[in-house]
């Protein structure tokens, strides 16, 4: 399935819809960085996240140091940002909330 990556106007539109996140022009996708409680509660949120990425099949990069969770979406196949980015954000959101 081609995927293709959103224009300037596009992403400046999704990211309006997304204020927790950043982005990032370097890795041509976004960010969020969440703290949680401790490393069993931030493990909890990345568990959940994981299931659906999987469903998704597409997967955040992603670093965990006890507390905190950093996310990056971006699209290698789209060679950028796409809206499978925006929408499991979206979702991050949810589980984040």
Request: glycine share 4%; charged share 25%.
């Amino acid at each position: 399935m081609h995927v293709s990556p959103l224009d300037d106007a596009a992403r400046d539109a999704a990211m309006q819809q997304l204020p927790q996140w950043t982005y990032d022009a370097d890795a041509k996708g976004i960010r969020r960085i969440l703290r949680f409680a401790d490393f069993a509660e931030a493990f909890g949120f990345m568990t959940r996240v994981a299931i659906l990425a999987e469903n998704a099949d597409h997967h955040p990069e992603w670093f965990n140091v006890y507390n905190r969770v950093e996310i990056l979406l971006t699209t290698h196949d789209a060679d950028g940002l796409s809206q499978r980015d925006i929408d499991l954000a979206s979702k991050i959101d949810v589980i984040a909330a």
